[in-house]
């Protein structure tokens, strides 16, 4: 019994502290408020945002972080983060791979690796301690929200818990991060890519010319925050009938392909629309862990080999003396 209030109290602790630590950026907005109108109007609301951010320090004890995004919601950007995270896990047996889910309106990595109803710990220095499974560390607003309940924040709040989920977490080491980032290239893409060095943008996709105009905004953008983007993932790319076998492009054909041409990107990789994927995610099973040997997990695999080798050579930005 001790034990349980023992851990019930941790996680109450936890809650408050970081619900206490999101209510400083309302005085931030006045600050920033107060800034645009000492600029004469010159600055955009945005622009002062971007002036007080700080400065790009890397995570503690994390080498590499890549983020997984899309212009566009509903193409599968949470399934590939979480396969591509397990993926470089499968490729590369050495490395230390976490995920944090940085999509604070739908958070969806909870359910996917199976951690729904799980709360983090504080570690004796007072941060928060990933939660673990299939050997990835995750962090997730899931996990500190009750998983029906819904997240009514200003863009200044998003901001404010994007960067506690960075830099108040015990995430090193890693050798991996990847950041499942919300659609759009709104306040969250924004404060990610000027608050740490990001190794490279993964950009997800379908085939159809609606999404792949939302695809090329999102790469642009990260272009234009000097964030390398690493390529684009063409999702649901062929439906495989399970009863016959034909091949029907339902989403249309090879349009992400045509898109990364005409940008000078490459094309990572093709995965197929198949319910194995989405019943697996639902389950909390990814494809990659609960069928490796499937068509499907080794489409992840082969996507996870082809972002390790076009990301750049990692260089300690403090270099020992």
Same mark, same amino acid.
């Given at each position: 019994?001790?034990?349980?209030?023992?851990?019930?109290s941790?996680?109450?602790?936890?809650?408050i502290?970081?619900?206490f630590?999101l209510?400083?950026?309302?005085?931030?907005?006045?600050v920033?408020?107060?800034?645009?109108?000492?600029?004469?109007?010159?600055?955009?609301?945005?622009?002062?945002?971007v002036?007080a951010?700080?400065?790009?320090?890397p995570?503690?004890g994390?080498k590499?972080?890549i983020?997984v995004?899309?212009?566009k $919601?509903?193409?599968?950007?949470?399934?590939?983060?979480?396969? &591509?995270?397990?993926?470089? !896990? *499968? /490729?590369?047996r #050495?490395?230390?791979?976490?995920?944090?889910?940085a999509?604070v309106?739908?958070?969806?990595?909870p359910?996917?690796?199976?951690?729904?109803?799980?709360?983090?710990?504080?570690?004796?220095n007072?941060?928060?301690?990933p939660?673990?499974?299939?050997?990835?560390s995750?962090m997730?607003?899931?996990?500190?929200?009750?998983?029906?309940?819904p997240?009514v924040?200003r863009?200044?709040?998003?901001?404010?818990?994007?960067q506690r989920?960075?830099?108040?977490?015990?995430?090193?080491?890693?050798?991996?991060?990847?950041?499942?980032?919300?659609? $759009?290239?709104?306040?969250?893409?924004?404060?990610m890519?000027? &608050?740490?060095?990001?190794? !490279? *943008? /993964?950009?997800? #996709?379908?085939?159809?010319d609606?999404?792949?105009?939302?695809?090329?905004?999102g790469?642009?953008?990260?272009?234009?925050?000097?964030?390398?983007?690493?390529?684009i993932?063409q999702n649901?790319?062929?439906?495989h009938?399970?009863n016959?076998g034909?091949?029907?492009?339902?989403?249309g054909?090879?349009?992400?392909t045509?898109?990364?041409?005409?940008?000078g990107?490459?094309?990572?990789?093709?995965?197929?629309?198949?319910?194995s994927?989405?019943?697996?995610?639902?389950?909390?099973?990814?494809?990659t862990?609960s069928?490796p040997?499937?068509?499907q997990?080794?489409?992840?695999?082969?996507?996870?080999?082809k972002?390790?080798?076009?990301l750049p050579?990692?260089?300690?930005?403090i270099?020992?003396?």
């Amino acid at each position: 019994m001790g034990k349980q209030l023992s851990v019930c109290s941790s996680q109450c602790l936890l809650q408050i502290r970081l619900l206490f630590r999101l209510k400083r950026c309302f005085s931030q907005h006045l600050v920033l408020q107060q800034q645009a109108g000492r600029d004469g109007g010159n600055s955009t609301p945005g622009q002062a945002a971007v002036k007080a951010l700080p400065k790009k320090w890397p995570i503690a004890g994390v080498k590499q972080v890549i983020l997984v995004a899309s212009g566009k $919601g509903g193409v599968g950007k949470s399934t590939t983060a979480v396969n &591509l995270a397990l993926g470089i !896990g *499968a /490729v590369k047996r #050495s490395a230390s791979v976490g995920l944090l889910d940085a999509d604070v309106y739908g958070p969806s990595i909870p359910r996917m690796m199976n951690l729904s109803g799980k709360q983090p710990e504080l570690t004796k220095n007072n941060l928060i301690k990933p939660l673990q499974n299939f050997g990835i560390s995750c962090m997730s607003m899931g996990f500190l929200v009750d998983e029906k309940a819904p997240i009514v924040w200003r863009g200044l709040m998003v901001m404010s818990a994007i960067q506690r989920l960075v830099r108040q977490v015990a995430w090193g080491p890693l050798d991996y991060l990847i950041v499942d980032m919300p659609p $759009g290239t709104g306040d969250a893409q924004l404060s990610m890519s000027q &608050l740490i060095p990001i190794s !490279g *943008a /993964v950009i997800v #996709s379908t085939p159809q010319d609606i999404a792949l105009l939302d695809a090329r905004k999102g790469a642009e953008m990260f272009k234009k925050v000097d964030v390398p983007v690493l390529g684009i993932v063409q999702n649901m790319s062929v439906f495989h009938c399970p009863n016959c076998g034909h091949q029907s492009h339902i989403f249309g054909h090879d349009g992400a392909t045509a898109t990364a041409n005409d940008m000078g990107l490459d094309i990572l990789g093709d995965i197929p629309l198949h319910i194995s994927i989405r019943e697996s995610s639902d389950n909390g099973r990814p494809i990659t862990v609960s069928d490796p040997s499937s068509p499907q997990a080794v489409a992840y695999r082969q996507l996870a080999q082809k972002v390790l080798e076009k990301l750049p050579e990692y260089k300690d930005p403090i270099p020992p003396s």
